[in-house]
């Protein structure tokens, strides 16, 4: 069993200084590489003057988490990758935890630690939290994480299956990986995972969350919470995301739907004066027409694909949440 943890670095210098020691103190059994995406800070001259034993894959642009990923894995040898953002810090034994879980699991393709937040370790973090699921508007949302409220990590989500696991730190079987045809690029970054893993469950895989490892996430250290940029790619990317993956069926009532709330979500920025988010709304819908009409919008998916090997949640998480109260994913009724 060989593994590689590889971390995708985009000017991430500080980054790397401050948790790249810490990869690989706890991460023995693997080989540790970073994969520059084309940074322009001193990421690259830094690696080689600091950590010249570290395998260094470099890109000369930012092709995004996506297409940065496929690059860089297409150049490694292993049976497991590890994806690893630049801003995690393992905890001692993660990745045998981890690793025993996917050993004894061969049908589970892909699987996460639990994200903790760096700042506050008792408590989840937003990326990725225990495990993501999605509602009945595709509306990703994890065990121990609905919306802004994280929950303190009490013990209270087992190791499990999941709609999705983070991207954030991802343990893949490299030939599910290219078997699925890995990340979408044209996602850029965001929702990628979740696109990925949806894809890994159509093919017959499971994945899963793991409680035995754990990893502590500063998050938001590329595009924080509020930017625009952000909010374009998660507006846009969660359209393409349905239309990629939804059930044939219902997928343009449920797409319709989605734009619907999307309306609501730019009448309350435009009540906040939050107008570059609501342009980047309008930007993400815009773009997604783009998408659908253009040659890589065709879509092949028939019923028969559509394997839920675990159930996601019936209802809208955003009704839940905001109408109702519920703000944890234990009140949540399946």
């Known amino acids: 069993m060989s593994i590689a943890v590889v971390i995708l670095n985009f000017n991430g210098q500080h980054f790397l200084a401050k948790f790249l020691p810490k990869v690989l103190e706890t991460s023995t059994q693997a080989e540790v590489i970073v994969a520059d995406n084309g940074s322009t800070d001193n990421s690259v001259a830094w690696m080689e003057e600091n950590f010249p034993q570290v395998r260094l894959i470099r890109s000369s642009i930012n092709e995004g988490y996506a297409g940065g990923y496929n690059t860089a894995l297409a150049q490694v040898d292993a049976d497991y990758y590890v994806l690893m953002n630049s801003d995690i810090e393992p905890k001692q034994n993660w990745l045998n935890g981890i690793m025993s879980y996917m050993e004894s699991n061969p049908s589970v393709a892909a699987a996460q630690p639990y994200i903790l937040s760096f700042d506050n370790p008792s408590k989840f973090e937003y990326a990725g939290a225990a495990g993501g699921y999605w509602d009945a508007f595709g509306y990703p949302f994890c065990r121990g994480r609905l919306f802004d409220t994280v929950e303190e990590n009490c013990g209270q989500y087992p190791t499990s299956l999941v709609n999705w696991a983070t991207g954030a730190c991802l343990v893949v079987r490299a030939k599910a990986y290219w078997e699925v045809g890995g990340l979408d690029a044209d996602f850029f970054a965001h929702m990628e995972e979740i696109d990925f893993c949806w894809r890994l469950q159509r093919a017959g895989y499971h994945v899963a969350a793991v409680s035995a490892s754990e990893v502590l996430h500063v998050g938001g250290g590329t595009l924080p919470q509020g930017n625009p940029r952000k909010t374009y790619l998660n ?100």
């Open 235 to 334: 507006f846009r990317n969660n359209l393409i995301l349905l239309y990629k993956n939804w059930d044939p069926q219902s997928k343009w009532r449920t797409i319709f739907s989605r734009m619907v709330l999307d309306g609501i979500a730019g009448i309350q920025f435009i009540l906040k004066g939050e107008f570059k988010q609501l342009f980047a709304i309008l930007k993400a819908h815009r773009d997604f027409y783009r998408y659908v009409f253009g040659q890589k919008g065709k879509s092949n998916l028939t019923v028969s694909q559509q394997k839920y090997w675990v159930k996601s949640y019936p209802k809208s998480i955003v009704w839940a949440y905001f109408i109702r109260g519920v703000k944890s994913f234990q009140s949540l009724k399946f």
